[in-house]
Each structure stands twice: as structure tokens, then as C-alpha cells.
């Protein structure tokens, strides 16, 4: 547990750090969530039509859209952005909608995939301040169980790298590709108990440089991004030309854009007990409307729809850096990245198996939080446990069972198939059944009280 912050002394979150120090450890955040970044305008780009130039360009358009969505998100202004630790970019749950509206469609489909965009995102921005109001419905028996499915979800991410991160590459899953992920995580681990002070903290950054310079002799690292790289460029507005308008597509990704801002609310309560400051309704409002927004302008420049980056609050949660302004440093190395494709490309050298390595330390480290917060949701109280049995079993079904609802309608896949969406409702609705309907006000009132008496005793913190 951390010492709690002095009324004189400045938030952890609102410490500005040394210059290097600010910009290695921006740079760390940067590296944890490249790939997922990338990875859609890579998976959408081929399925609509586009060449692999232009896919390349779409990426480029990501990076930079990211770094604003994300300076939108931890500087702020007036009451938009939550002032967290906060990295955004492109959401991987619009994936499958958007491939099924462009697909085969060239630069109409892309068109029609940024006006839907567009309107889901300015709707949504509209909702956050009602939408924020949920947030009295995420004690901690909700928070946990979502914070625990946020890390585990995101396990079967890091898995995936180890193995080489495309299935149907002849080396996936290979004993070389594995053996530098598991070697990764061993250095990360060695570094981490063998550094101190910033070394220690920029940890993972030095993991993945030691990995990849271990991984270029084994041949698993590729330098063909960086001879087709331009050396600059710029995502010209509307480079696939004006945004169009159909209904089906607006309604699939307004169910994405609710499904993304579930997600951040999660997120938002996950990052704000790692961090010592706890996200009440104007931070998630705020945060929401940065997501809304960053979305709404993210087409604009040829990018997709921007949501928070889980990934990221396990690095928040290891490194013990909880500066806003080294996410924002990270957010403007996003944007020169998507400027200046070269050094883009030069990130990209780390090898997925490299990064799965320390992506098992980051993603456990998420889940080992949350399982820090059900530590102070009285489970042996009502039907606590009972609620987060329920909501952890069906938020494991898309990873336990990929197919598993195969069955259901496409446009119902959106929410189903993300654990965290669905263990979210789950949470919420067993936690208003058991603890909320037919419960007198005094006794909702002892109950919340018993809560908050615990949270105070053991305040969850990975410090």
C-alpha cells in the first residue's frame, strides 16, 4: 500500500517527471500498445480492398490519432478528458462490424465505415454525461470482477504473440517463437528484481529492446517495414474520400461505441484505484466525452474509432510511474510516429513473440489488481461471491469458448463476444438483483457504508 498524498503535495498523477524519464517511459507505454494499435487498419484495410500502401497509410493514420485521442484523454480540456494515465487507440471491437460494412468495397466502404463513425461517436457524446451516472452501480464487487476480466482477457492477447501473432503463418506456435517470448519474460522479471530506482521502472522498455536484439541472430525480426517506409508523411483529411452515411452501418457501430464506452468505464475505475484517485462520475463523464470526441475526429484523419487501451493500466500498475503527462508524452510520440512513417516502422521491429513476453507480466499484473479489489467486496457478505462467480464464469466464455455463441445474430457478437462487456452487464445486473431491489433504503444504505468502511481499511493498491 501507498502512503497516502499530502494535502501540500502534488498527485502522483499530476507530477511532471525529468525530461528522459518522461520520454523513456512515455516510449515504454508507446511499445506495450503498438501492436494493438496497428492490428486493425491492418485487418480492415486488406478485407475492404485496399492496397498495401494504402493499408500502411491507414496505420500511419491510427498512430496519429491515437496521440490525440490520448492527449485528449490526460490533458484535457474544459471537462473533457478523465486526467489519467489514460492511453487510447483504435478499438479492436469495431473489427469485425467494420470489416462486415466495407468489405470488398474499396474507398466507398471505408467512406461508409468513417461516417458511422462519425454520427456513433458524436451520439455517444451526447450520452457520457448520463451514461457517467452508472457509475454508482460499480462498487467494488463489479469493479473487481471487471478489472480481473479486463487482465485475463487480455492474457490470451500476450499468448497469441508469444506464438507469433498470425495463425496462419507456417512458424506460429513454434518452440523458437515461444522460446523468445518465454526468454523475454525472464529478462523482464530479472530486471525487475535486479534494478532499482528508473531503471527498474522503465523495465519492460529494456525487456523488449534486450528481446529484440536477442531475436535479430534467431531471424524472427523484420526489417522490411523500415526499406518501405516514407520518411514522412501526413494523413491528409478524407484521403479515401467523404464520409457516407448508411443506417445499418451507423446502428452496428453505435452498438460498438456503447460496447467501447462500458469498456472505458471499467477501465477508468480500474486505473483510479491503481493510481490513488478514484474515478467518481465528472472523471468517467470527462473521460467518455475525450473517447467520444477523439472518435469523432479520428475519421477526420482517416482513423478509427479511439477507446481506452487496457494493456496500458498493467504497465501503470508495474512500473509505479502514475504521471498523466508521461501517457501524454507517449501521446506525442503517437502522433510523430504516425508523421514520420520511418520511425514508426522502427517500433514494428519488436517481434510479436518479444512482446507476448512481457505482455504476460502486463496483463497479469491487471488481473492481480482486480483480484486485489474483490479482497474489500465483503464476499463472504449476501450474494456477493455468487455475483462474482456468475459474472467471471460468462465474461470466460469468448476465451474458454471462441465459438461459442456462433449461433447468434453477427450484430449480437459485438457485445458478446467481449468478456469484459459481457461479465460488466452480468456484474451489474446480479449486483442491482441481490443487492439493490427489495432492499429498504437504511439497509441499501448500511450496506453501502459497510462497503465503503472496507474499501478504507484495505484500499486496493499494486504499490
Given amino acids: 500500500m501507498s502512503e497516502p498524498v499530502q494535502p501540500d503535495r502534488t498527485h502522483p ?10 520520454f523513456t517511459s512515455g516510449l515504454q507505454h508507446v511499445a506495450a500498445m503498438y501492436a494493438g ?3 486493425p487498419p ?17 496505420v500511419a493514420a491510427s498512430l496519429f490519432t491515437a496521440g490525440i485521442a490520448t492527449l485528449l484523454q490526460t490533458l484535457g480540456f474544459w471537462r473533457i478528458g478523465a486526467r489519467l494515465p489514460f492511453v487510447n487507440g483504435v478499438s479492436f471491437a469495431g473489427v469485425t462490424p467494420m470489416v462486415a460494412i466495407g468489405k470488398d468495397r474499396g474507398h466507398d466502404g471505408i467512406a461508409v465505415i468513417f461516417g458511422a463513425i462519425i454520427v456513433a461517436s458524436l451520439l455517444g457524446f451526447v450520452l ?20 480481473t476480466l479486463i487482465g485475463v482477457s487480455l492474457l490470451p492477447v500476450a499468448f497469441n504473440w508469444s506464438q507469433g501473432g498470425n495463425a496462419t503463418a507456417d512458424d506460429y506456435g513454434s518452440t523458437t517463437n515461444i522460446i523468445m517470448a518465454a526468454v523475454t519474460l525472464v529478462i523482464v522479471l530479472a530486471l525487475r528484481k535486479l534494478l532499482r530506482g528508473f531503471l527498474q521502472q522503465i523495465a519492460i522498455l529494456l525487456g523488449l529492446i534486450i528481446g529484440t536484439l536477442i531475436a535479430i541472430p534467431v531471424g524472427i525480426t523484420d526489417f522490411g517495414a523500415i ?43 480500474a486505473l483510479g484505484k491503481i493510481v490513488d484517485r478514484p474515478a467518481d462520475e465528472r472523471t468517467i463523464e470527462g473521460g467518455l466525452r475525450a473517447d467520444t470526441l477523439g472518435s ?13 487501451f487496457a494493456q496500458n493500466i498493467g504497465l501503470v500498475a508495474m512500473t509505479k510511474v502514475r504521471s498523466r503527462f508521461v501517457v501524454a508524452t507517449g501521446g506525442g510520440i503517437l502522433i510523430v510516429l504516425g508523421l514520420v512513417p520511418v520511425a514508426a516502422s522502427v517500433i514494428a521491429l519488436v517481434p510479436l513473440p518479444v512482446l507476448g513476453g512481457a505482455g504476460i507480466v502486463l496483463f497479469g499484473s491487471v488481473a492481480a489488481s482486480g483480484i486485489q479489489t474483490l479482497a474489500t467486496a465483503a464476499l463472504e457478505k449476501g450474494e456477493n461471491a455468487l455475483i462474482v462467480a456468475a459474472a467471471v464464469g460468462i465474461g470466460l466464455i469468448p476465451i474458454a469458448a471462441p465459438d461459442f455463441y456462433h449461433a447468434f445474430p453477427k450484430d449480437l457478437l459485438v457485445v458478446l463476444d467481449s468478456g469484459i462487456s459481457t461479465g460488466c452487464v452480468v456484474a451489474i445486473v446480479l449486483n442491482l438483483a441481490f443487492n439493490h431491489l427489495g432492499r429498504k433504503p437504511d439497509e441499501e444504505e448500511d450496506a453501502e457504508t459497510v ?6 481499511a484495505a484500499p486496493v493498491n499494486v504499490h
Fill in 13 to 22: 498523477v499530476d507530477e511532471t517527471l525529468p525530461p528522459l524519464k518522461m
Fill in 227 to 269: 526499406k518501405d517506409a516514407d520518411v514522412v508523411g501526413f494523413p491528409t483529411p478524407f484521403h479515401f474520400g467523404a464520409p457516407q452515411f448508411e443506417i445499418a452501418a451507423i446502428v452496428s457501430m453505435c452498438i460498438v461505441m456503447l460496447v467501447c464506452m462500458t469498456e472505458s468505464t471499467a477501465d477508468m475505475l
Fill in 128 to 147: 457520457a454525461p448520463y451514461f457517467c451516472k452508472l457509475v454508482r452501480f460499480f462498487p467494488p464487487v463489479v469493479t473487481g470482477t471487471v478489472i
Fill in 37 to 39: 494499435v496497428v492490428a
Fill in 451 to 456: 462497503s465503503e468502511e472496507l474499501a478504507n
Fill in 42 to 58: 491492418m485487418v480492415v484495410g486488406p478485407a475492404v480492398g485496399l492496397s498495401p500502401k494504402e493499408t500502411a497509410f491507414l
Fill in 296 to 308: 469523432a475526429v479520428s475519421p477526420l484523419f482517416n482513423g478509427f474509432m479511439c477507446s481506452a
